[in-house]
């Protein structure tokens, strides 16, 4: 009985060390990747990979299971804006001119430029909430609340949450997103543009004597002062005109998913 | 001391695998559990101890390197029930026991998850379908884990001419 309790004793105290043993190492090895620099750029790296192949191998299954009729849609939508983007080509020929001896002037007047930080996306979030996991964080000067863009100037989203190697980049299309905004059309509308369920974004409140029209450029308007103005967010795709009411929205849709990138900017509107 | 290595850097690299790697597939194929199935298998195949301690670190963990929105509660929960049923019901070491096993964590871990939606009256039929691909390839994944831990045990059994008993 005694040699059998002895038995039972040695057993427990080999399991509860093992034990031990394990949690150790676990929390050893989350402290070295979360805490030290050199460990949160395996980190990084690793989830880099693993996120780039991810989205590789889900591309190509969204190809494979995209119908016909669906890619004829697309291409006939994207022949129309190929049509509209010549027109708008020599449009912007004559701008530009112009626009080259404001810049000089501007260059005179003061030299501002933006603080920009490059990240990598390294985790996605595919659940209730739209944001991304990006591998800089405060110890690269991130705070919460700056603009996050692809380097076409393509607004994706606010940092809302920031870790010392880390940070949580809320995308626009997320239901809790709110970003003051313009709209560039025949006269400038402002308003703040809302996610919500699904891939469109709403702007509300609209006077209804404003008027709107369809692919009108949606972009920051810069009442946020850590959201600089001019950055893209997406084209009016829908406008939502009730006459009884005072007001009229607009359904807006992003140029981009969070699907369609791996590199941002995070944009700090520091004056360098 | 090598197998708590072992499954040390299994617990880690399953993680960065289920938040970098997993969840940027494409629906439904982001849905896969693939560190609870894991962990399912080293509570049944392995010690239930670690197997606590495998879904108790996981609650924080899977917070820490990605997305994910389950209570952490739901993972407490898991483990000690997991623990309580693989050592009393499912205590046989046959792939029926496992799939038992996975099951019923699954279901425990939708359900304490689906207790402030149920408190605010505000479930919805959607949140439980939302888990049928979770179920279903946690069946899949559980017999071909099974597989492969059998084959992998043989292999050491082999290897370092452990005496079967």
Same mark, same amino acid.
């Given at each position: 009985?005694?040699?059998?309790?002895?038995?039972?004793?040695?057993?427990?105290?080999?399991?509860?060390?093992?034990?031990?043993?394990?949690?150790?190492? =676990?929390?050893?090895?989350?402290?070295?990747?979360?805490?030290?620099?050199?460990?949160?750029?395996?980190?990084?790296?690793?989830?880099?990979?693993?996120?780039?192949?991810?989205?590789?191998?889900?591309k190509m299954f969204q190809r494979i299971t995209t119908s016909e009729d669906d890619l004829h849609n697309k291409i006939e939508e994207l022949q129309s804006q190929v049509s509209d983007l010549m027109l708008e080509r020599v449009e912007n020929v004559l701008l530009r001119q112009h626009l080259n001896e404001l810049e000089y002037l501007l260059a005179y007047s003061e030299q501002i430029s933006y603080k920009s930080t490059a990240a990598r996306v390294i985790a996605r979030s595919h659940e209730s909430r739209e944001s991304i996991l990006i591998d800089k964080g405060s110890n690269e000067g991130i705070r919460e609340g700056l603009a996050v863009v692809i380097e076409s100037g393509h607004i994706v989203g606010v940092v809302s949450e920031v870790k010392s190697f880390s940070s949580v980049v809320t995308l626009i299309s997320d239901i809790q997103s709110s970003i003051p905004a313009a709209i560039l059309g025949d006269s400038k509308t402002i308003g703040i543009v809302e996610g919500q369920k699904g891939y469109l974004m709403k702007?509300?409140?609209?006077?209804?004597?404003?008027?709107?029209? =369809?692919?009108?450029? =949606?972009?920051?308007?810069?009442?946020?002062?850590?959201?600089?103005?001019?950055?893209?967010?997406?084209?009016?795709?829908?406008?939502?005109?009730?006459?009884?009411?005072?007001?009229?929205?607009?359904?807006?849709?992003?140029?981009?998913?969070?699907?369609?990138?791996?590199?941002?900017? =995070?944009?700090?509107?520091?004056?360098? | 001391m090598f197998y708590e290595l072992s499954l040390a850097l299994l617990f880690i690299l399953s993680i960065l695998f289920q938040v970098s790697f997993i969840d940027a597939l494409y629906e439904p194929l982001n849905a896969i559990p693939a560190h609870f199935i894991i962990g399912v298998l080293v509570m049944h195949r392995g010690d239930a101890l670690h197997g606590i301690a495998w879904f108790i670190i996981s609650g924080f963990a899977l917070k820490i390197f990605g997305f994910d929105s389950a209570l952490t509660i739901s993972y407490i929960a898991v483990a000690f029930i997991g623990a309580l049923l693989a050592t009393r019901m499912f205590a046989n070491r046959s792939v029926y026991a496992l799939e038992g096993l996975g099951i019923l964590m699954l279901l425990v871990f939708i359900l304490v998850n689906a207790i402030p939606e149920l408190l605010n009256y505000s479930i919805t039929a959607d949140y439980f379908y939302s888990y049928n691909h979770?179920?279903?390839?946690?069946?899949?994944?559980?017999?071909?884990?099974?597989?492969?831990?059998?084959?992998?045990?043989?292999?050491?059994?082999?290897?370092?001419?452990?005496?079967?008993?």
């Open positions: 009985m005694s040699v059998l309790n002895i038995k039972i004793s040695q057993k427990t105290k080999r399991g509860a060390s093992s034990l031990g043993f394990f949690i150790l190492i =676990v929390l050893v090895i989350l402290l070295m990747l979360t805490r030290l620099n050199i460990g949160s750029k395996i980190l990084g790296s690793s989830q880099f990979g693993l996120i780039t192949t991810g989205t590789y191998i889900s702007m509300e409140f609209i006077p209804q004597g404003v008027e709107l029209n =369809v692919n009108d450029v =949606v972009v920051t308007s810069g009442l946020d002062e850590e959201i600089p103005s001019g950055f893209i967010i997406g084209l009016v795709s829908e406008i939502i005109k009730d006459e009884t009411a005072l007001f009229q929205q607009v359904m807006i849709e992003a140029l981009y998913t969070s699907d369609d990138f791996l590199n941002v900017l =995070v944009i700090d509107p520091v004056i360098e | 979770a179920l279903i390839s946690v069946i899949v994944g559980l017999y071909l884990g099974f597989l492969v831990a059998r084959n992998l045990e043989h292999l050491i059994e082999n290897l370092f001419l452990i005496k079967k008993r």
